[in-house]
């Protein structure tokens, strides 16, 4: 504690110090000639007409004659009268000289620099640092990385992309979740992904409902994923998305940032003359990737043959089970006979084309004083679901406005309405469209299930089971339905009291509101009486920020110091109302006023943390840059005791090219290291105490209290600490046309908050506890070049990759393992081990005796293999991952692709286990003609050596589901993940077009083949869940391979 306050104690000195130095240091004087004479101008950004403020204006003949561009990139200078060139430069931009051929209203256009070692990146709070002072792992994508291959979830649209970065897309829809992991899970099992700041404002990314991978959906019943808060990125918006990695690079931002930050900056207006006008148009369709490879030499039925009665096509119509397929007509579930004849197609003939169209429109304009930008924005989706889809509406406002030369004004905001029809529920067969689809025999067409009911409107039975919904009764008559309204805005202004010091005062609120309806009608075979749920909804997130910023270049011989100071308040607020029940009274009225059995309840949770920060950037002659920064944040959820937490941080980089002699072929070496510690508290508020409630019907006629709470309280929690070393280089090749940017990171997750169950006696089911460390350590790098630049062609080409190896370190003396999650009917348990990775799969193997002969269940003319014990078959998440992109260009014609692949985890697949039961695998069709033959012992060592006969294979591949291991698979692949095929029209060449500045067209394919992969009819990315739970797939919606075009056009 003493260090730490030492530290601040430094940082706030040099941040207060600054002003009263430099009253005491004189500027030094040229002593000019005596004819002078003053030119002035502005300087604008070549790319987006910007002014450019902090820009250096000095003449050729003496670099002592500058002056800096104002707020409104506006300079004055007094150069000798003899003066023949002025030099112009900026970090970001090349360096721009010029012949002074006139002294008034200069207009200066700088070009951004393709080279990305001269480039300006957004960093913490909004500023903005040459990459040569960053001290840490940062990558930055243009808006143009996801205007032209549009993803419905901006989110997705990062896969593959940035080393470091793991995006996982749930197989849950278009307008599901999407899990972002950057270097690697951090806390056992609280939040993992990054803080999201739009526009220098933190937005929730709350993920509404994570489909639970259990029997029947959990108590919910409706079990589908309504998405999360990154949906509401609009693609054509975007102007740059930057990744924050490491703990140096978010610490400014505090708790929330301990899993790293993306920081999205959003287009806005420039000066020009009128209104300019951008129209962006998308089209995409989408159909199912992966089709299952199913054997289709045996047909529906059970015990080798096939069904003579109706009764008996409905018993057996889940099993494939059946006689050789012929031809030969059979009764189905319906009594209707029909060839006996293999349906390869039915997975094709029930999902539909699905469909994406979005089309925004923006206008921008301003002056010196003003400039301001609106856009709308429309998507419509139709999903490969029947009956399944959403539409999202947006509307964003950006506008800044200088009133005088030291008081600036920014404004942003948006809205989104977004509307959702039946989203799908997954994993358990209840209500899940998908299961039936997949699981139906394979001599039936799925076709005639449709509609999935009868002139009543009761759902038709296609097999014994109830819980097995006909998937037309789903997607026809079991509904949801959610809106959700959504406000994002922010207000900034800026004081410039002199040239090197200002201050800074932004507020912005993201507000949602939410509702969700959704219902089970009393037709349905499973749930004669019906149910329904209800939601509504409340999520405030209100950010308040107020920043003292002092920038002094030479400030002291040749050291340069930008520090700042800041205060923040963050509240955050959830009330919701959530209504469930059953039975109906009325039919075919679906509302929750006519459900006899009601039950409430109230979540609500509000919470705030304030906080105080401060950072000190040194620079000396633009070689050695040192960052200090330093956060004390005070949590409402903890106790007084607990409630606070300090994060320092260290960050230094050396251009090693600028000190020593390099080998011709090294343009630029760059040496970097980092040292930060972050932390945060338990998102759960009032988790220190416990509440109470009346019970409903309370007991003899008395009313009775009751805690809301099944969880122990506990008020001696206190902050998780997370704590990274970074060292790394940035080295650049053949005049910089070679890049490399390589990090090595060691992460450790001190004190994390984690809840735990407990026994039972103590009156409660789970206890939130301080326990534990785990460790993420592992390696980045990202290539870059420039292969080819000759003419009119061009190849530009990047390769990035990472390792990440995790480990949970220690957990408590009683506790070795902490269950995360538990599949269907408990085949497998996603656990966290001490000395193992996170997220672990476990399940059984089959048992061997001590000579290591099999043990089977033998009953009968059959057997089926005995259970060994619970262990380790694999890990939910993959230590590996990498990606390759290209992109030629010739003349108006660019060409690229992105492929990227991940390595090293594992997938436990239902649908393969469901498959087997059903006998729909090919591994089924071993032992169909002439029996199967096993060897090992029984259960009491005596020796089995027997054939079991086709008429029983069903006994013994359906014991397959006690045996995890035959169904947890090797998850690596290497994907084609995308391809544009561009064409800009060449508008000087054509007559008439004066007013067009700018059109393209592009033909654009995403997920388009798996070259490689290991886990048998499924997709290996088929995770259902963005939770902490990884390594489950089962009976999610399919994952597509989409094709369309792309219109851009600007005035």
Known sequence: ???????????GGIIFSTSAKETAIKKHLFEQQSNQIEISGQILGQDDGMPIAGASIYAESNNKIAAVSDENGKFK?????????????????????????KTSDLVIRLKPAENVLEQVLVTALGVKKSTKAVAYAVTELKGTEFTKAKETNIANALVGKIAGVNVSSTATGANGSTRVIIRGNGSLNGNNQPMYVVNDLPIDNTQLNLPGIGNGAGSTRINVDRGDGTSVINADDIKTITVLKGGTAAALYGA?????????????????KGIGVEYNSSFTFETPSIIPDWQYEYGSGANGKKSTTQAEAVAAGRWSWGAKIDGSNVVQFDGVARPYVAQKNNIK????????????????GGNEKATGRLSFSNMDNESVVPNSGFNRKSINVASNLNLTNWLKFDVVAQYNLEKSNNR??????????????????????????????????????????????NPYFVVNKIKNSDTKNRFIGMLNVKVNFTPELFLQGRIGQDYTDYDFFGYIPKTTLNNPVGYAQGSKMKLSNINSEAILNYSKKNIYNDFSLNALVGVNSRTTLRDETRVEGSNFVLDNFYALSNLSTLTYSYPYGKTKTNSVYGAADFDYKNIVFLNLTGRQDWFSTLSKENNTVFYPSVGT?????????????????????????????????????????????????QQVQGPTSSRVPNATLSPLTSTTFEVGTDLGFFNNRLNLDFAWYNRATTNDIVETTISTASGANTALLNLGKMRNKGVEFLLSGKIINSGNFSWDASLNGSYNENKVEALTDQLNSITMATSVNGYVTITSDVGRPYSIIKGYKPRKDANGNTVYNVSGGSATIAQGPLQELGQGVHPWSAGISNEFKYKNISLSFLIDGKFGGSLYSGTNLYGTRMGLTKLTLEGRETGLPIKGVDTNGNPVDMVIAPENLRTYYDGLRNISSEFVYDASFIKLRQIILGYDLPLEKIKGLSKLQGASVSFVARNLFILYKKTPNVDPESVFSAGNAQGVEQFGVPKTRSFGLNLNVKF
Do not use: C
């Open 1 to 11: 504690m003493k260090t730490k306050l030492i530290s601040l104690v430094f940082i």
């Open 77 to 101: 200078l007094k150069v000798p009268e003899n003066e023949v060139h002025i030099i112009v430069s900026y970090m970001g931009y090349e360096t721009l000289s010029f012949a002074l051929l």
């Open 256 to 272: 929330n940032a301990a899993n790293g930050v993306i920081l999205i900056q959003t287009k806005r207006g420039s000066a020009q």
């Open 349 to 364: 003939n029930f999902y539909e084309t699905g469909t994406t169209f979005i089309n925004s429109l923006a206008l921008s």
């Open 424 to 469: 799908v529920t997954v994993s358990d067969a209840e209500a899940n469209p998908n299961w039936g689809t997949y699981m139906i025999g394979n001599t039936v067409d799925i076709r005639n299930l449709a509609p999935g009911y009868d002139e009543n409107g009761v759902e038709e039975a296609w097999n014994p089971v109830a819980v097995a919904t």
């Open 653 to 701: 980089s050396i251009i090693l090219s600028d000190i020593f002699t390099m080998p011709e072929f090294v343009s630029f070496a760059k040496l970097r290291s980092s040292w930060a510690q972050v932390g945060g508290a338990t998102p759960d508020p009032y988790a220190l105490n416990q509440s109470y409630s009346m019970i409903q019907g309370g007991h003899n006629g």
